[in-house]
């Protein structure tokens, strides 16, 4: 079984900067994926990027530029970096664990709220 605990979520005006963090515990497998995912109000859960444990990174499109992935493998740590937010980035978000054997865990999510 694996844990995810996000933290880092919160109040920010456009523009302006958050860093998330997830952390994994239990059984990690090093061959692995982790990433952050969010869900707007009303909208479907969608990617905003990933990295695999040798760094191979993936973004969203809307993100690019903006927002930065990376990762601890010796804390099995995730972090995401998001500057120049923007209102449409407010949801919440979620971190991901996924195995080569296709497991796939879930963090409790963590609320990121942008005003204008």
């Known amino acids: 079984q694996v844990q995810l605990v996000e933290s880092g979520g919160g109040l920010v005006q456009a523009g302006g900067s958050l860093r998330l963090s997830c952390a994994a515990s239990?059984?990690?497998?090093?061959?692995?994926?982790m990433g952050w995912y969010r869900q707007a109000p009303g909208k479907e859960r969608e990617l905003v990027a990933t990295?695999?444990?040798?760094?191979?990174?993936d973004y969203a499109d809307s993100v690019k530029g903006r927002f930065t992935i990376s990762r601890d493998n010796a804390n099995n740590t995730v972090y995401l970096q998001m500057n120049s937010l923007k209102p449409e980035d407010t949801a919440v978000y979620y971190c991901?664990?996924?195995?080569?054997?296709?497991?796939?865990?879930w963090g409790q999510g963590t609320q990121v709220t942008v005003s204008s």
């Open positions: 239990g059984s990690i497998f090093r061959r692995n994926a």
């Open positions: 991901n664990i996924r195995f080569w054997s296709g497991a796939t865990y």
């Open positions: 990295i695999t444990s040798v760094g191979s990174t």
